[in-house]
């Protein structure tokens, strides 16, 4: 069956710029995650969303980030006013209920120029 | 700060080795302990996964070892091949959490 899908694969932005990133979770999953790993290190938790509501958000860099699931499937991560620090992999992860195994998918790779 | 160490950094191995890699946390609220295995490009995929309940757990040539008491945990890879060769991380998960902690990774290199 299909795996956790992530568009684009690849992303080259300006700073400054307005980008979207889309995360397409394995069917029937309701928990849906983000993390951004830098190269180099593990993964870093952003967002968890059990259903269509964002369960905890702690995670996220500031304001400039932000997320959506609005009908508990597909989700898009968006960040405002990309800094060169943004770039890195965005990863996205589904899992079929809370506290169960999390399935990643390959991540956009996101460069801020 | 980080919340799950991880050593080596990087490790070589010969074929047909055991590689170890090691972890050590100190939140006691972890209760969920997976190992990610991750290839160039290419998303972690769950290698195995155990709870603090148990000392260990063996799935094929991959092994956790638990140490509660000392609180860390090794993987095990035994009769290591050269496809075996990526970056493992180890990770942790919080008793009523969802978010994942990921130990900073070993690059696994095994020699034919």
């Known amino acids: 069956g299909a795996g956790v899908s992530q568009t684009p694969s690849n992303k080259v932005t300006e700073k400054g710029k307005y980008v979207e990133l889309r995360c397409d979770p394995i069917s029937g999953h309701t928990a849906l995650y983000w993390y951004r790993q830098s190269l180099g290190q593990g993964p870093e938790f952003l967002i968890y969303?059990?259903?269509?509501?964002?369960?905890?958000d702690s995670g996220l860099p500031n304001d400039r980030f932000f997320a959506v699931r609005p009908e508990g499937s597909v989700s898009t991560l968006k960040i405002q006013r990309t800094e060169r620090g943004d770039s890195a992999v965005y990863l996205c992860?589904?899992?079929?209920?809370?506290?169960?195994?999390?399935?990643f998918g390959d991540g956009t790779r996101l460069s801020i120029l | 700060q980080q919340q799950v160490k991880q050593s080596p950094q990087s490790l070589i191995v010969q074929k047909g080795g055991i590689s170890i890699i090691n972890c050590a946390y100190e939140?006691?609220?972890?209760?969920?302990f997976p190992w990610y295995q991750q290839f160039p490009g290419k998303g972690p995929a769950l290698l195995i996964a155990?709870?603090?309940?148990?000392s260990e757990k063996k799935e094929g040539r991959f092994t956790i070892s638990f140490n509660k008491s000392a609180k860390q945990f090794s993987l095990h890879i035994m009769d290591s091949q050269p496809g075996d060769s990526a970056t493992y991380f180890c990770?942790?998960?919080?008793?009523?959490?969802?978010?994942?902690?990921f130990g900073t990774g070993t690059r696994l290199t095994v020699i034919p």
């Open positions: 155990i709870r603090p309940d148990v």
């Open positions: 969303f059990q259903g269509t509501g964002a369960a905890d």
């Open positions: 939140n006691t609220a972890f209760d969920y």
């Open positions: 992860a589904s899992s079929i209920g809370p506290n169960q195994p999390q399935h």
């Open positions: 990770a942790a998960i919080p008793t009523g959490a969802n978010n994942l902690f």
